[in-house]
């Protein structure tokens, strides 16, 4: 693999950028594997980098039922940031945020990632105490955290609502100064590309039908290019874990629901960090191009559908203009959906499972992207290892039988009111 | 929009109801010791890619809870009845006045 540098953009310049090499290789499938990854988004691809590249394992195939980029890697709203309140969750999300750090230099590959900061707005004294509960347990996990009074919200973002007959008047913010986005498409060629370095094989448009198995265990996969056979089998299908886990048997507490994300017209520089509104559902920031990207609540129903309903758009466009009402007549450029595997507490799953070969990664809820790195890190030890890494301990499917959830929201089991 | 044909009040958009969940799992018997039982009532789900019986309960409206059979890939709805008429755990029957 010929490293991007500014000698080689150079260098291509000579020859009329006419020689760049493909960013990976189009594999096709061998017989068998030390490793199968079954799911092609960041996750995977990152469980297939970090395979190789912690543990040197190394004959490792990834197959994607799409194309690289095609599922939710390149259908979220790009937020990364490691504000999270409960134990299991606030280490596991700082780590992946270190990650995140240096993320560009590991993968010789620019993700732009830009930690413009991300505050969320509170409502009510009692919510900005709430607030200065979730900042101090970040501090004392080494964490950057502030609480911003009215003032200094107003100085950092003049648009807000910030008038005399705003609905829910502003009374602060909790602020992480090294939250951002990345650009989400670079993270999965940028995985893929230096997966494929390590000899990883990425197979596109190759989906699983089924499993192999021996006696208990699974020892392949039945694809659509074939039978592949396997040492051990990862399933990275976040959105679709049900599917592919009743195919090898297993019982999951996931249900899929659909959730939607936006990008207005390009404007001038408007939003300078991301943006939370802490009295509804609803988050903003600004691309490089220069539109609004944002989001809000799951439709709220089971889908497999890659597309949301209307009646969502309109809450989300209603909780945006009480919260910026500058926006509201910018127009909408595009709407689009991901499925999403809701968990019954919002936290994802990884652990080995109780069938032998095979190891879960799923249920990320609507908040996989920013977990990239370290769960693609901690499902490749977890592979490798045969025992979960020490960061995703609180990750077992177990826990909702012995009542150990993170219910970082506290709304309870009902999947579709994370 | 999803239009659900509800039973009392004809053909309405899905936003004046609310949505009520998987409705193929069954709660255990109000004194059933089994946490397995409890376990799999609460979190267990077979979320299919396909038909997908549920709860919706039209809060705009008649105010009933139905079961809908819903295609989850494509929102095609199947069938629409009232959940009373539908659950497992019926009252006993009455008898008929003499």
Same mark, same amino acid.
């Given at each position: 693999?010929?490293?991007?540098?500014?000698?080689?953009?150079?260098?291509?310049?000579?020859?009329?950028?006419?020689?760049?090499?493909?960013?990976?290789?189009?594999?096709?499938?061998?017989?068998?594997?030390?490793?199968?990854?079954?799911?092609?988004?960041?996750?995977?691809?990152?469980?297939?980098?970090?395979?190789?590249?912690?543990?040197?394992?190394?004959?490792?195939?990834?197959?994607?039922?799409?194309?690289?980029?095609?599922?939710?890697?390149?259908?979220?709203?790009?937020?990364?940031?490691?504000?999270?309140?409960?134990?299991?969750?606030?280490?596991?999300?700082?780590?992946?945020?270190?990650?995140?750090?240096?993320?560009?230099?590991?993968?010789?590959?620019?993700?732009?990632?830009?930690?413009?900061?991300?505050?969320?707005?509170?409502?009510?004294?009692?919510?900005?105490?709430?607030?200065?509960?979730?900042?101090?347990?970040?501090?004392?996990?080494?964490?950057?955290?502030?609480?911003?009074?009215?003032?200094?919200?107003?100085?950092?973002?003049?648009?807000?609502?910030?008038?005399?007959?705003?609905?829910?008047?502003?009374?602060?913010?909790?602020?992480?100064?090294?939250?951002?986005?990345?650009?989400?498409?670079?993270?999965?060629?940028?995985?893929?590309?230096?997966?494929?370095?390590?000899?990883?094989?990425?197979?596109?448009?190759?989906?699983?039908?089924?499993?192999?198995?021996d006696g208990d265990s699974i020892v392949g996969v039945e694809t659509t290019k074939g039978r592949i056979g396997a040492g051990k089998v990862g399933l990275a299908v976040a959105g679709h874990t049900s599917v592919l886990g009743a195919k090898a048997g297993l019982e999951l507490p996931i249900e899929s629901h659909v959730l939607q994300a936006f990008v207005t017209e390009p404007l001038?520089?408007?939003?300078?960090?991301?943006?939370?509104?802490?009295?509804?559902?609803?988050?903003?920031?600004?691309?490089?191009?220069?539109?609004?990207?944002?989001?809000?609540?799951?439709?709220?129903?089971?889908?497999?559908?890659?597309?949301?309903?209307?009646?969502?758009?309109?809450?989300?466009?209603?909780?945006?203009? =009480?919260?910026?009402?500058?926006?509201?007549?910018?127009?909408?450029?595009?709407?689009?959906?991901?499925?999403?595997?809701?968990?019954?507490?919002?936290?994802?799953?990884?652990?080995?499972?109780?069938?032998?070969?095979?190891?879960?990664?799923?249920?990320?809820?609507?908040?996989?992207?920013?977990?990239?790195?370290?769960?693609?890190?901690?499902?490749?030890?977890?592979?490798?290892?045969?025992?979960?890494?020490?960061?995703? =301990?609180?990750?077992?499917?177990?826990?909702?039988?012995?009542?150990?959830?993170?219910?970082?929201?506290?709304?309870?089991?009902?999947?579709?009111?994370? | 929009?999803?239009?659900?044909?509800?039973?009392?009040?004809?053909?309405?958009?899905?936003?004046?109801?609310?949505?009520?969940?998987?409705?193929?799992?069954?709660?255990?018997?109000?004194?059933?010791?089994?946490?397995?039982?409890?376990?799999?009532?609460?979190?267990?789900?077979?979320?299919?890619?396909?038909?997908?019986?549920?709860?919706?309960?039209?809060?705009?409206?008649?105010?009933?809870?139905?079961?809908?059979?819903?295609?989850?890939?494509?929102?095609?709805?199947?069938?629409?009845?009232?959940?009373?008429?539908?659950?497992?755990?019926?009252?006993?029957?009455?008898?008929?006045?003499?």
């Open positions: 693999m010929a490293r991007y540098s500014a000698f080689s953009i150079f260098r291509n310049a000579l020859s009329g950028q006419k020689n760049w090499q493909r960013a990976w290789r189009a594999a096709e499938p061998k017989p068998s594997y030390d490793v199968i990854v079954i799911g092609g988004g960041g996750h995977g691809l990152a469980t297939a980098f970090y395979l190789a590249e912690n543990h040197g394992i190394r004959n490792v195939v990834v197959l994607e039922k799409g194309y690289i980029g095609g599922g939710n890697v390149g259908r979220n709203t790009t937020v990364i940031r490691s504000n999270y309140l409960l134990d299991g969750n606030t280490q596991f999300y700082e780590f992946s945020m270190k990650l995140w750090e240096n993320m560009s230099r590991a993968l010789n590959f620019n993700v732009m990632f830009s930690q413009r900061g991300q505050l969320v707005t509170a409502h009510s004294a009692d919510q900005l105490d709430s607030f200065s509960h979730r900042a101090n347990i970040m501090r004392l996990n080494g964490i950057d955290a502030d609480i911003l009074d009215r003032d200094e919200v107003r100085r950092l973002v003049p648009y807000l609502d910030f008038s005399d007959t705003a609905r829910f008047p502003i009374h602060g913010a909790i602020f992480q100064g090294r939250a951002g986005t990345a650009r989400h498409d670079a993270v999965a060629w940028g995985y893929a590309r230096a997966a494929d370095g390590h000899g990883v094989d990425i197979i596109q448009n190759c989906e699983v039908t089924g499993f192999l198995r001038k520089p408007l939003v300078d960090q991301v943006v939370a509104y802490g009295a509804d559902h609803f988050y903003v920031s600004q691309s490089d191009k220069g539109g609004l990207v944002f989001g809000g609540n799951l439709d709220g129903y089971n889908s497999y559908a890659q597309r949301g309903n209307l009646g969502v758009v309109r809450e989300v466009a209603e909780a945006a203009i =009480a919260l910026m009402p500058c926006i509201s007549r910018v127009r909408l450029l595009r709407h689009w959906g991901g499925v999403m595997d809701m968990t019954p507490d919002a936290s994802p799953i990884i652990c080995p499972t109780p069938i032998g070969g095979l190891y879960l990664n799923g249920g990320w809820c609507y908040g996989g992207f920013k977990a990239t790195p370290a769960s693609g890190w901690c499902f490749a030890h977890t592979i490798a290892t045969g025992k979960p890494h020490p960061l995703i =301990a609180a990750y077992g499917l177990d826990r909702f039988r012995t009542g150990h959830t993170l219910d970082e929201a506290g709304a309870g089991p009902s999947a579709w009111l994370q | 929009m999803l239009r659900i044909e509800c039973p009392c009040c004809g053909p309405r958009d899905h936003d004046e109801f609310r949505y009520g969940g998987d409705a193929s799992v069954t709660r255990p018997a109000h004194d059933d010791p089994d946490p397995e039982a409890w376990y799999r009532y609460v979190y267990v789900r077979t979320n299919p890619a396909g038909l997908h019986r549920e709860f919706w309960q039209h809060v705009i409206g008649c105010r009933q809870w139905l079961v809908v059979e819903r295609d989850t890939r494509n929102h095609a709805i199947a069938s629409v009845d009232l959940a009373r008429k539908l659950s497992a755990r019926k009252s006993p029957a009455r008898k008929p006045p003499a």
